[in-house]
C-alpha cells in the first residue's frame, strides 16, 4: 500500500497504474472510516485491480467552522483500515496541496479573490441543502477535483448520503467525467440505524432514540405498499413515528422522485423517502428507495 500526500505523486502513481493496463477503483472519503466505507472499498477492490482510497476533511462543505474543527480525525487507524479492506493507495492532501491557491478556508480563488468553484446546481439547494447553504457546492468542487487528479476509474459512494451521490452522479455526466460512478448499499446497525460517524456522539439514550429513523422510512414504505400514493399520506406515516420519539426532533420527511428529489403529486415509479432528525446534538440523516 501506497500512503501519498501530494496531488503530483497521487496522480502520476494512478496514471502509471493504467498505463500498465489496470483498471481504477476511487473511494473519496473525509476519514473516521467506519464499516460503511469499509464495504465501498471492499467492492473497489472486488471490481477494480488498483483501489485508491481518498481521506482529505474538504473544509468548502463545511458552513460552520465549529463543525469543521469538531470533525473526527483519526488518520492512523484509518490508513490501517483502508489497507486491511483492499486499499492499494491511500491519498491524504493536506488543505494546501488541494487549494494552494486558497485565501485560508475560503476555497479556490482567481488573480482578483474571485471563487472558482463547481455548482451542484439546483439538485444542490433542496432538503440537506437547504439545511446548510453551500455544502453540496463544496462537495462537487472537492469530488470534481478528485475526478480530474484520478481520471478514467469507477468511484464508490455510499446511498447512505442520497442526496450527495445525485449530485455526484449528475456532476459526472454533466462535466463529462470519464468516471463511473457506483452506488453502495447502505450498512446497517442490526436494529436499522445506518452506520455514521456521527453515531459516535450519541449518549447511549439517543442512540437508541435514533433507530427512529429507520423506524419512520419503514412506516412510510407500509404506507406505500398499502396503497398510499400522496405525498402527504406516507409523510404523515413517517412523522408520526418521528414524532412518537421525544428525544428526536424532525428536519424534513419527505417522499420524492429519487432522481431529481423533487415533490411529486401522486407517487409512482422510482420514489425516494428521506428524512432527517435532530437526536440530542447529532443531525442524522436516512432514506429508503421504493419501486411503485
Ligand atoms: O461523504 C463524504 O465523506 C464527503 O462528502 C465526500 C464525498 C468525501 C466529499 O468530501
New binding site residues.
Given amino acids: 500500500m501506497q500512503l501519498i500526500d501530494t496531488v503530483g505523486r497521487f496522480t502520476k502513481t494512478i496514471e502509471s497504474a493504467r498505463a500498465m493496463g489496470n483498471s481504477v477503483g476511487l473511494v473519496?472519503?473525509?476519514g473516521a472510516l467506519h464499516r460503511g466505507h469499509l464495504s465501498l472499498v471492499e467492492r473497489a477492490a472486488r471490481e477494480c485491480d488498483v483501489v485508491a482510497v481518498t481521506i482529505?476533511v474538504?473544509p468548502l462543505?463545511f458552513g460552520d467552522p465549529d463543525d469543521l474543527a469538531a470533525y473526527p480525525r483519526t488518520l492512523g487507524a484509518d490508513v490501517a483500515v483502508a489497507e486491511a479492506a483492499g486499499a492499494d493507495v491511500v491519498f491524504t492532501p493536506s488543505d494546501r496541496q488541494m487549494y494552494p491557491d486558497s485565501a485560508a478556508a475560503g476555497g479556490p480563488q482567481d488573480m482578483s479573490g474571485e471563487p472558482v468553484g463547481v455548482h451542484a446546481g439546483s439538485l444542490g439547494r433542496v432538503l440537506e441543502g437547504a439545511s446548510r447553504p453551500g455544502h453540496f457546492d463544496g462537495?462537487a468542487t472537492?469530488?470534481a477535483k478528485l475526478f480530474a487528479m484520478t481520471g478514467r476509474c469507477r468511484a464508490y459512494?455510499g446511498e447512505k448520503?442520497f442526496q450527495?451521490l445525485q449530485v455526484i452522479r449528475s456532476l459526472a455526466s454533466r462535466l463529462s467525467f470519464p468516471v463511473d460512478v457506483v452506488a453502495c448499499a447502505t450498512v446497517r446497525e442490526p436494529d436499522g440505524l445506518a452506520l455514521s460517524s456521527r453515531n459516535a456522539r450519541l449518549s447511549p439514550d439517543e442512540r437508541t432514540a435514533a433507530t427512529v429513523l429507520y423506524r419512520s422510512l419503514a412506516a412510510g414504505a407500509a404506507a406505500i405498499a398499502a396503497g398510499a400514493r400522496r405525498p402527504a399520506e406516507v409523510t404523515s406515516a413517517m412523522r408520526a413515528e418521528l414524532g412518537a420519539e421525544p428525544l428526536v426532533t424532525t428536519d424534513y420527511a419527505v417522499a420524492v422522485g429519487a432522481e431529481h428529489l423533487t415533490p411529486l403529486p401522486e407517487l409512482a415509479g422510482a420514489v425516494r423517502l428521506l428524512v432527517a432528525a435532530r437526536c440530542g446534538p447529532v443531525r442524522l440523516i436516512d432514506n429508503m428507495e421504493v419501486i411503485i
Avoid: E
Fill in positions: 473519496p472519503t473525509m482529505f474538504n462543505q462537495v472537492v469530488i459512494f448520503d450527495q
